[in-house]
């Protein structure tokens, strides 16, 4: 199964920054694509951001498109979501998962524990 680990989130004042890491420890990135998501207090789920593997293209939510940047580092099988300009309507539990294919929300394997991302205004 595929096990991803988020980490990174924090407390961040609204215009600031933060970059959020996603590891997969037993399995590589290879096969999928790698989606981030969020999910808010009392919202459902919502796909952010997410990077196909073999391309390198990236998709943005239109929420975050401008401020957020998704990309790869293949040595370390990792993915980061680099948060800029962060806005009080941007906190939630983030979590990363591997999909078959960007768009999807439905992850290869389970959902992680997520990191928790607050922007105080």
């Known amino acids: 199964e595929v096990q991803l680990v988020e980490s990174g989130g924090g407390l961040v004042q609204a215009g600031g920054s933060l970059r959020l890491s996603c590891t997969a420890s037993?399995?590589?990135?290879?096969?999928?694509?790698i989606g981030w998501f969020r999910q808010a207090p009392g919202k459902e789920r919502e796909g952010v951001s997410c990077?196909?593997?073999?391309?390198?293209?990236?998709y943005h939510s239109d929420s975050v498109k401008g401020r957020f940047t998704i990309s790869s580092d293949n040595g370390k099988n990792t993915v980061y979501l680099q948060m800029n300009s962060l806005k009080p309507e941007d906190t939630a539990v983030y979590y990363c998962?591997?999909?078959?294919?960007?768009?999807?929300?439905?992850?290869?394997?389970?959902w992680g524990q997520g990191t928790q991302v607050t922007v105080f205004s």
């Open positions: 998962a591997a999909v078959i294919v960007c768009g999807s929300v439905y992850p290869v394997g389970s």
């Open positions: 037993e399995v590589t990135f290879d096969n999928w694509a």
């Open positions: 990077i196909t593997r073999s391309s390198g293209r990236q």
